[in-house]
């Protein structure tokens, strides 16, 4: 691959002084509680429960019509673009009082893993000889990922902060990244987040405080633990 010179030190990283962080958080916290303030007074009386009935006709609907066409959608809806949040939000409350939480889980990481080796398969098979002869055609080649380095590479494109999603299962499709180590670490890194909303959704349609209490303490826990190993891949990115 062609590497272009670089202008400045890599290894330089720029931040934000500490304080001007703050105020620029203080700034948007500021903000969004003004936006909040704002939206409730003007809001017509009524608004939130009309919000509220239109929101359990669409949950109701969802509920009648099964689990098979949202899973089903949620495995194919983001290979397009689509995002995978509102499924993952919406799951709990929707199918977890019926179902159970883990069996809902375990449809979601399903759903996940039926979607990533999609892209993949979109990515290695459809678009990667055209955009091969694309790239070759202005001097420059793809790049494949060796085995060896196969867990990093792919551990930080889904980590470190970057594309979306779906992009992220284009792109690592593109460099060949082998599929088994692909499709493992595609499914396992949004699963911790997954199970945590899927838990608290449940939580709440239960009505139940002291399991949305543990369910947001757990994601709290795999936030940490996924910010420390985004740190420490940040440089190598």
């Given at each position: 691959?062609?590497?272009?010179?670089?202008?400045?030190?890599?290894n330089t990283v720029v931040?934000?002084?500490p304080k001007r962080s703050r105020k620029r958080l203080l700034g948007v916290l500021v903000g969004l509680g003004a936006a909040a303030a704002i939206a409730t007074l003007v809001a017509p009386p009524g608004l939130g429960a009309e919000i509220r009935a239109h929101a359990n006709t669409a949950f109701d609907a969802?509920?009648?019509?099964?689990?098979?066409?949202?899973?089903?959608?949620?495995?194919?809806?983001?290979?397009?673009?689509?995002?995978l949040s509102p499924f993952t939000v919406t799951a709990g409350p929707l199918f977890g009082p019926t179902m159970g939480g883990g069996a809902v889980i375990a449809c979601a990481a399903l759903a996940v893993a039926i979607n990533v080796a999609l892209s993949y398969w979109i990515s290695a098979r459809l678009l990667r000889p055209t955009i091969t002869r694309l790239v070759t055609w202005m001097g420059y080649r793809l790049p494949e990922i060796s085995e060896r380095s196969a867990w990093i590479t792919t551990l930080i494109?889904?980590?470190v902060p970057g594309p979306p999603f779906f992009l992220q299962s284009y792109l690592l499709g593109l460099m060949r990244v082998r599929f088994s180590i692909y499709l493992l670490i595609s499914t396992l890194v949004p699963l911790g987040y997954i199970a945590c909303l899927v838990l608290f959704g449940d939580a709440i349609a239960r009505?139940?405080?002291?399991?949305?209490?543990?369910?947001?303490?757990?994601?709290?826990?795999?936030?940490?633990?996924?910010?420390?190993?985004?740190?420490?891949?940040?440089?190598?990115?």
């Open positions: 691959m062609r590497d272009p010179s670089p202008t400045a030190d890599s931040t934000l002084p969802c509920r009648a019509a099964g689990p098979l066409p949202f899973f089903g959608a949620m495995a194919l809806l983001p290979v397009f673009g689509f995002p494109v889904r980590i009505r139940d405080p002291m399991a949305a209490v543990g369910a947001g303490a757990l994601l709290l826990v795999v936030g940490t633990l996924i910010h420390v190993v985004r740190r420490r891949l940040t440089p190598k990115a």
